[in-house]
Nanobody, 126 residues
């Protein structure tokens, strides 16, 4: 069981990046996936998640309107499209299996199958 995060890099403020989270050994038809980030000296923050039940999403207020999460069923991959990036978005981004409650995803690690990707660095700087 593995999640492989990729797509990070250096981007100027206002730019865009798309992160990918490729799953192997688990079927994303049965697990909700979330993206988290952690900046140096700060606690881990939940960014966005996508529910496997109905495709509904949930995002942190800090990224609403700028980030969107989606899923490619054929490739068993979840994407995080990040637009209008700000310097404060600089962090290591991780994908993980997350909890689902009443059909909606929660930005909390899955209780019974907690799987994390290895992280990908996003740096927003001019």
């Amino acid at each position: 069981v593995q999640l492989q995060a990729s797509g990070g890099g250096l981007v100027q403020p206002g730019g865009s990046l798309r992160l990918s989270c490729a799953a192997s050994g688990i079927d994303l038809d049965h697990y909700s996936i979330g993206w988290f980030r952690q900046a140096p000296g700060k606690e881990r923050e939940g960014v966005s998640c996508l529910s496997y039940t109905d495709g509904s999403t949930s995002s942190a207020d800090s990224v609403k309107g700028r980030f969107s999460i989606s899923r490619d069923n054929a490739n068993n991959t979840v994407y995080l499209q990040m637009s209008r990036l700000k310097p404060e978005d600089t962090a290591v981004y991780y994908c993980a299996t997350v909890r689902t409650y009443s059909g909606s995803c929660l930005l909390e690690p899955h209780r019974f199958l907690e799987v994390w990707g290895q992280g990908t660095q996003v740096t927003v700087s001019s």
